[in-house]
């Protein structure tokens, strides 16, 4: 099993940027994938990008693409999301999670969660 503690979420304007952070432990955190996901009052949750356990692939829904960059510290047990250019359709909680093996895409690969962090973006 893996703990997953999510920071860096807050109120930004549109235009502006946040990065979030997830610390991981429990697990040999270089050995999975790690995601990040997001959810919308109202709306299911959806998946946002991934990164495999070396960090050497990536992959983003099409509606981030550009804007915000998923990376990871193995050394430090931490996963991140750079946010850029936010919109107001970005506003969610948005939750790390970590794959159970070394690459992960849809959500029931993913075998743990983190308890979520409120985007909020004002237009």
């Known amino acids: 099993q893996v703990q997953l503690v999510e920071s860096g979420g807050g109120l930004v304007q549109a235009g502006g940027s946040l990065r979030l952070s997830c610390a991981a432990s429990?697990?040999?955190?270089?050995?999975?994938?790690m995601g990040w996901f997001r959810q919308a009052p109202g709306k299911e949750r959806e998946f946002v990008a991934a990164?495999?356990?070396?960090?050497?692939?990536?992959n983003y829904v099409d509606s981030v693409k550009g804007r915000f960059t998923i990376s990871r510290d193995n050394a430090k047990n931490t996963v991140y999301l750079q946010m850029n250019s936010l919109k107001p359709e970005d506003t969610a909680v948005y939750y790390c999670a970590a794959g159970t093996t070394g690459w992960a895409l849809r959500e029931k690969n993913f075998g743990s969660w983190g308890q979520g962090t409120q985007v909020t973006v004002s237009s």
């Open positions: 990164i495999s356990w070396s960090g050497g692939n990536t």
């Open positions: 429990g697990r040999t955190f270089s050995s999975y994938a």
